[in-house]
């Protein structure tokens, strides 16, 4: 078997990282794979460039920067034609309307798209909603990272349950779990009530949610300080900055950029909160549980689908900074009950979201693929929704 994956970027960001440990998985299991990217250009992250060739996985780039470019769909078809992949496997919006103009005439390769976020706010508008509706049509399957991903799909956009399989994210427990606590920042981390959170610098991962929550966790705990940690695109740091100086926060709250290690990062803070107001899945979270770290997350879909609440993490709703300062002191203030949530939050991470698991999820839809193409079955009988466990 032979896959053709078809993504924007390749810098280190939560699809991408998906898909690196993906590729790794799959060509265990003796997956022939191939990688192709729209563009290679990192501003303030990092290029994964070297861990997939470590991993003896080719990237081509296929040299279209601007969202406004398309003239790469004739380097795309002619790549398709040359690898003569089994299945076309695309991730994120424009390789997905791509593979969906160019696999038009593709015969027998399947074309197979993973949905990986709730793309209402960044894509949507009345232009977007027809074009995006029409490529997810034009796929033999879809793969949405989460129930939440595939709800979007069939209530917004009117995609038909059955082609839609439902696969979290996976990842590798071992690789957060025993982790040293040095690396991530000179010297060694303050153990005394050190919060953590992470993502990119922008309005949807609500940190001003967590800003807020400071001031009052320092009424009772005046050593606890936050760190924040994530690539600033759009400069929306400078935003943070003002209300963290407006709260005088500035000596406990901080912004520390993009982390190259993030497993050192959760093993350098007590508590991990995160207060997002939209997310696809949420691998963040699930790193977190795996590194031990107790959880405070919103309480919104699909991060429902991973923290149970009061059993292996925390769940408050996203704008309410009272209510994250309340759990966060909890957990910092009960350390018994702490630990026996971690410890439940570890054992979840490796029962239902472990790599092994999403390929073996993955494998499954290929093989259904192919046999689609080639014996012409029912493509109702493909749809394998993952049980959710919570």
Not at 149 to 159: F, N, S
Not at 206 to 234: W, Y
Not at 299 to 327: C, M, Q, S, W, Y
Request: hydrophobic share 40%; proline share 4%; glycine share 6%.
């Amino acid at each position: 078997m032979k896959v053709l994956h078809l993504i924007d970027t390749i810098f280190a960001s939560g699809a991408e990282l998906h898909l690196l440990t993906l590729c790794r998985y799959l060509k265990k299991q003796n997956v022939e794979v191939v990688v192709a990217c729209l563009h290679e250009e990192v501003r303030v992250s990092r290029s994964l460039r070297r861990d997939f060739e470590k991993e003896q996985i080719r990237v081509i780039n296929l040299n279209a920067p601007s969202r406004y470019n398309w003239r790469f769909l004739g380097r795309l078809a002619n790549l398709i034609k040359t690898e003569q992949p089994n299945i076309v496997h695309s991730h994120l919006v424009r390789p997905d309307i791509a593979a969906a103009l160019v696999m038009r005439q593709a015969g027998s390769i399947a074309f197979l798209s993973s949905v990986h976020g709730i793309y209402r706010d960044r894509w949507f508008g009345a232009w977007a909603a027809p074009l995006m509706r029409w490529t997810y049509r034009k796929a033999d399957a879809i793969i949405a990272i989460s129930s939440a991903v595939k709800t979007w799909l069939h209530e917004d956009l009117g995609i038909c349950d059955d082609k839609i399989t439902v696969i979290h994210y996976g990842i590798e427990p071992e690789r957060f779990a025993g982790c040293n606590t040095s690396g991530w920042e000179n010297g060694q981390p303050n153990r005394r009530a050190v919060i953590g959170s992470i993502g990119r610098l922008e309005p949807g991962k609500n940190f001003e949610c967590l800003i807020h929550a400071m001031k009052s966790v320092r009424t009772q705990l005046p050593n606890a300080s936050l760190l924040i940690a994530g690539h600033d695109p759009e400069g929306y740091g400078q935003k943070l900055e003002t209300l963290i100086a407006e709260l005088e926060l500035t000596q406990h709250v901080r912004l520390i950029g993009f982390q190259k290690d993030v497993s050192s990062f959760l093993h350098g803070v007590d508590i991990f909160a995160f207060a997002s107001r939209t997310e696809g899945f949420g691998q963040v979270v699930i790193e977190a549980m795996a590194s031990g770290t107790p959880v405070v997350v919103s309480r919104i879909a699909p991060l429902t689908e991973i923290v149970k609440e009061g059993e292996n993490g925390l769940l408050v709703d996203p704008d309410d900074p009272p209510g994250f300062a309340r759990a966060i002191i909890w957990l910092l203030n009960h350390p018994e009950e702490t630990q026996q949530i971690s410890r439940r939050a570890q054992e979840s991470v490796q029962g239902h979201f472990s790599a092994r698991r999403m390929v073996d999820e993955t494998i499954a839809v290929y093989d259904d693929l192919i046999r689609i193409k080639h014996c012409g079955e029912n493509p109702s009988h493909r749809a394998r929704d993952v049980e959710n466990y919570v």
